[in-house]
């Protein structure tokens, strides 16, 4: 299995940017589609982005496109997702997680991904 470490959380005032990098190591990512996903206090873990092995196709959820940017490095085994015009509700945990699905489909849920960062927290004070 790939090992996942997040990085690059912290607290930022409402409209500011955030990068997040998760770094991998283990396995190569480039045998995995790459996904973020996030979660607040008291509620399930959703789905954020996901990335295919190339980086050819990527997917967001509906709430965040045009805000969130998700894009990977295979030569540094790296995967990033840039926040933009953060807002208050994006506070939660980030997790990086990698699905070795050979589908073409990008998926969404997190049960389906296999391996998992530990997360870094987010926190956009208005």
């Known amino acids: 299995q790939v090992q996942l470490v997040e990085s690059g959380g912290g607290l930022v005032q409402a409209g500011g940017s955030l990068r997040l990098s998760c770094a991998a190591s283990?396995?190569?990512?480039?045998?995995?589609?790459m996904g973020w996903f996030r979660q607040a206090p008291g509620k399930e873990r959703e789905f954020v982005a996901g990335?295919?092995?190339?980086?050819?196709?990527?997917s967001y959820a509906d709430s965040l496109k045009g805000r969130f940017t998700i894009s990977r490095d295979n030569a540094k085994n790296t995967v990033y997702l840039q926040m933009n015009s953060l807002k208050p509700e994006d506070t939660a945990v980030y997790f990086c997680a990698a699905d070795a699905n050979l589908g073409m489909v990008l998926r969404t849920t997190p049960d389906e991904y296999d391996s998992w960062g530990q997360g870094t927290q987010v926190t956009v004070s208005s």
């Open positions: 990335i295919s092995r190339i980086g050819s196709s990527t």
């Open positions: 283990g396995r190569t990512i480039y045998m995995y589609a």
